[in-house]
């Protein structure tokens, strides 16, 4: 099957874009949070890949150019940013509190967990970008000599989790207020969890936005000094 599947130049990408349409349409029927569209389309892609045994290498063929999309994709982000750059000025402290407190958090959590888990430090700092963009994270669990696919796993459920769990949350806790509903679900579920951000508002979007910038760059810095806690 491999060997036929590999005749087809856009192969992966076609699959990829189909399970996530695939995603879009049971999330706009069903009308659900549990019917992740990026969720959605890995569970799709993993089954027809063990199913009709295709190997991931020949899958990933094509399929690897979607995720040159993902840096764009991020930058295209400081488009409601700027929509709402007055309002980003006005609570310039408390974006920096609160991005501040995710990150720092995000690291306390990680150590905490791999402790009681017994992770030893490669695994530990395979974990510590878990909460931010993977243009960043990768680069930053490369640079630790963390596993780096592992990683990106983490970060993609960490999204997905947050985008699911985000509206829960803030009612659960009756948080209210459209800048911190943005901090908090930009610093904690990156991109994955802006889409949910703007899906409630396009200040919660904005602020979301940012938020994966700044977190991105405080884990940066926070990362290398907690990986030298285990």
């Known amino acids: 099957m491999s060997n036929t ?5 856009f192969f992966g990408a076609a699959v990829s874009l189909l399970s996530y349409e695939l995603g879009l349409l049971l999330k706009r029927k069903l009308k659900s949070p549990i019917f992740n569209p990026l969720l959605i389309s890995i569970v799709v892609v993993m089954a027809l890949l063990s199913v009709f045994k295709i190997k991931y290498e020949v899958y990933n063929q094509s399929a690897k150019y979607i995720s040159y999309l993902l840096t764009p994709a ?3 982000l400081a488009v409601p940013l700027y929509r709402q750059i007055e309002l980003l000025k006005k609570h310039s402290k408390a974006i920096l509190a609160g991005t501040l407190t995710g990150v720092i958090t995000t690291m306390v959590t990680v150590l905490l967990l791999a402790t009681v888990f017994g992770l030893n430090h ?12 993977t243009a960043i994270a990768m680069g930053i669990s ?7 696919t592992i990683t990106v796993a983490s970060i993609i459920i960490t999204g997905i989790l947050g985008n699911i ?4 949350v803030c009612r659960v806790f009756h948080i209210t207020e459209p800048v911190a509903i943005g901090i908090a679900i930009g ?12 899906e409630m ?3 919660e979007g904005a602020m979301s936005s940012l938020a994966i910038a700044t977190s991105g760059l405080c884990t940066v810095v926070f990362a ?3 990986a030298n806690f285990l």
């Open 122 to 133: 490669q695994e530990y700092v395979t974990f510590l970008p878990k909460s931010i963009t």
């Open 142 to 148: 490369e640079e630790m000599k963390g596993f780096v």
């Open 201 to 203: 508002g396009e200040i």
């Open 165 to 168: 769990i985000a509206e829960t």
């Open 74 to 76: 991020t930058i295209c």
């Open 5 to 9: 599947i590999n005749s087809f130049l």
């Open 224 to 226: 290398s000094i907690f």
């Open 187 to 198: 610093s904690s579920a990156h991109a994955i969890g802006t889409t949910k951000a703007l």
